[in-house]
C-alpha cells in the first residue's frame, strides 16, 4: 500500500486492504487483546512496516520474540504453508521473506548494547516513582536535585546520588533552615530503597556514556528504519524499573525533539509493551504529565503505540489520543469483563456490516477488529481484519545469531565501556578533604601561637587515683570545634548561590535544549 503500513483485509472476504496511513501515524495508537490472541505478530508486521517505510522503530521485547525481525523467515517453516495461504487470501501479492536491520539494546548489557542515563537526567519525579517513595522521601529527593542543580554537581550514577544524601544527612540541621525539615529517616529510607534497587540491577541504568537519542533514529543504507529492540524479559522482573525507563525514554524524546507539525511519516514510532505497568498505582499526578507528554509529542513526529490485554487498563483521556487501533479478542467471564468488552466495543465508529461487540468476542488468532484514521485524521469504520503474516522470522533467533548481529552493529564499542569521569562523589569527597585539612591547619597555627604558659596549663596532667593522665577537656573542645568549623565551611560552599541553574523538563528530567 502506497503510503501506508499494510495491517491485513477486511471485509466479508478479507479481500479489502486495510493499512495504517504513515501521515497519522503519529496519532498514536493502540494493540490489544487477550493472551494468546496475536498481539506479538501485530506488533512484528506493524515494525516491518515502519522500517520498510523508513521509519525507525522502538520496541521492548518482553517474551524474545520480537529478535526474529533481524531473520528472513523461511520456507522450510512448519508455518510457510499457512502464511503462503493467507496472503493470498489477503492480497498480499509480493509477500516474501526478508530481515529488517535490526539494533539489540539491553539495560543489562547481556542480550544487546548496554542502555544508560544518568542520575540528572532521570530527575527527582521519575525517580520517585521507580523508588516508590513517600511524600517526606520524594520531598528530600527534591532537595538532593535542587542542590545538585544550583552546585554544578553531576548525578550520573547511583554512588553520586548516595554520597549527596549522606552529606544532606551530615547537615540536616544547616539545610532544614532553608528547605524545611529534612528527616535522617527518611534519608535512611531513601538509602535502602537505593540499595534494593542496586541488588536488582538497577545501578547499571545509570552511567556513562549515556545513550544518544540520535541513535534509535536511524536508517540503514537502504533507507530502512532501524528497529530498536530492548531486551526486556530479564527486565520485566522488575516492572517498576522497565516502565520507569520507558517513561523516562518517551520523556527524552519529548524535550530534545524539534517541533515538526504533521509530517507525512513519523521520526519514530515508540512501542510500549505491557503498558498496564506504567499506570498501575501510578500518582495522579505523574499520570497528568503522561498525558500530557502523549498529547503533545506527536507534533514533534513521534508515534506512541500503547501494547496491553485490555484497553480499560490504560486511562481514558490517555485512551482518547490513541486514533490507530488494533482490537484482538477479549473474553468476558464475569461481569466486569463484560462491561469493559461493551466499553471497548463503543469506542470505534459502527459498522453496519456487523455488531462490534460480538465481533471482539469472536475474532480468531491473528485476526483482529480494526480502525485507522482516515483522511483529516477521522476515525475510520470498524473491520474485522485478517492480520497480514509476517516476513521475518516468527519467533526468537539463538544466541549466536544474536550476538552476530550486535557484532556488526554500528553500535558496537560506543556503548559497551562505561565511564567514571568526576562528579558529585569525587567533588563531595574532595571538598570534605580540603575542609579537613583547612581545619586541620587552623588549629595548628593556632597551637604555634598560643601563650607557653598557657599551653603548659591546658596540657596539665591530673591524678585519677591509680595513674596519672592528660587532660581530655581540651582535646573534647579541639574536635567538636573542628566538626562545627568543616560543617560551617561546607554548607556555605554547597548552599552559596553560583548562579548557574539546571532547566528541568515536564517530567523532571534535564531540558538540554534542542
Request: proline share 5%.
Amino acid at each position: 500500500m502506497q503510503d501506508a503500513v499494510f495491517v491485513g483485509g477486511g471485509g466479508p472476504d478479507y479481500g479489502t486492504k486495510q493499512g495504517l496511513s504513515l501521515k497519522y501515524a503519529n496519532r498514536h495508537g493502540l494493540i490489544a487483546g487477550a493472551t494468546g490472541t496475536g498481539k506479538t505478530v501485530t506488533l512484528q508486521i506493524l515494525a516491518e512496516g515502519f522500517s520498510a517505510a523508513g521509519v525507525p522503530v522502538f520496541m521492548a521485547d518482553v517474551k524474545g520474540d520480537l529478535s526474529g525481525l533481524s531473520k528472513a523467515g523461511s520456507a522450510n517453516d512448519k508455518l510457510h504453508v499457512p502464511f503462503t495461504e493467507r496472503a493470498a487470501t489477503i492480497g498480499f501479492a509480493d509477500y516474501s521473506y526478508t530481515a529488517f536491520p535490526v539494533t539489540f539494546w539491553d539495560l543489562f548489557g547481556e542480550q544487546g548494547h548496554p542502555v544508560r542515563t544518568t542520575v540528572s537526567e532521570m530527575g527527582p519525579l521519575l525517580l520517585s516513582q521507580l523508588l516508590e517513595l513517600s511524600e517526606a522521601q520524594e520531598g528530600i529527593l527534591n532537595i538532593a536535585f535542587r542542590l545538585a542543580d544550583e552546585e554544578g554537581l553531576p548525578l550520573l550514577d547511583l554512588k553520586d546520588l548516595q554520597a549527596l544524601l549522606v552529606w544532606i544527612g551530615e547537615n540536616a540541621k544547616d539545610l532544614s533552615l532553608r528547605y524545611g525539615n529534612v528527616s535522617t529517616a527518611s534519608i535512611g529510607a531513601i538509602q535502602r530503597r537505593l540499595l534494593v534497587l542496586e541488588n536488582q540491577g538497577g545501578a547499571k541504568l545509570f552511567g556513562e556514556p549515556a545513550l544518544d537519542l540520535a541513535d534509535l533514529m536511524r536508517c540503514d543504507a537502504d533507507g530502512r528504519g532501524m528497529v530498536n529492540i530492548l531486551a526486556s524479559d530479564q527486565l520485566m522482573g522488575s516492572p517498576k524499573l522497565y516502565a520507569t525507563f520507558l517513561l523516562w525514554l518517551l520523556s527524552e524524546l519529548f524535550e530534545e525533539l524539534p517541533e515538526v507539525g504533521d509530517p507525512d511519516k513519523p521520526k519514530l514510532v515508540f512501542f510500549f509493551d505491557e503498558a498496564h505497568l506504567l499506570f498501575d498505582d501510578a500518582p495522579k499526578a505523574l499520570v497528568n504529565k503522561v498525558e500530557q507528554v502523549a498529547r503533545l509529542i506527536r507534533s514533534k513526529g513521534v508515534g506512541v503505540y500503547f501494547i496491553t490485554q485490555n484497553p480499560a487498563d490504560v486511562p481514558d483521556d490517555i485512551l482518547g489520543q490513541l486514533g490507530n487501533r488494533v482490537q484482538h479478542a477479549l473474553r468476558a467471564f464475569t461481569a466486569k469483563d463484560r462491561k469493559e468488552l461493551r466499553m471497548a466495543a463503543e469506542t470505534y465508529r459502527e459498522n453496519p456490516a456487523f455488531d462490534t461487540e460480538q465481533a471482539i468476542r469472536e475474532v480468531g488468532v491473528g485476526e483482529a477488529v480494526t480502525s485507522m484514521l482516515q483522511k483529516k485524521g477521522v476515525p475510520g469504520i470498524v473491520e474485522r481484519t485478517l492480520v497480514r503474516p509476517p516476513s521475518s522470522q516468527l519467533g526468537p533467533i539463538t544466541p549466536d545469531e544474536r550476538a552476530g548481529v550486535m557484532a556488526v552493529s554500528p553500535m558496537a564499542g560506543k556503548y559497551d565501556t562505561p565511564l567514571d569521569r568526576t562528579s558529585a562523589f569525587e567533588i563531595l569527597k574532595e571538598r570534605a578533604t580540603k575542609a579537613a585539612a583547612e581545619a586541620a591547619k587552623v588549629e595548628e597555627q593556632a597551637e604555634e601561637a598560643e601563650d607557653p604558659a598557657v599551653r603548659d596549663f591546658n596540657a596539665g596532667r591530673r591524678y585519677s587515683g591509680t595513674r596519672v593522665t592528660r587532660s581530655t577537656a581540651r582535646a573534647t573542645r579541639s574536635t567538636t570545634s573542628f566538626g562545627d568549623q568543616m560543617t560551617r565551611m561546607v554548607v556555605k560552599e554547597l548552599t552559596g548561590t553560583t548562579g548557574r541553574r539546571i532547566v528541568r523538563g515536564i517530567l523532571g528530567g534535564l531540558f538540554k535544549g534542542r
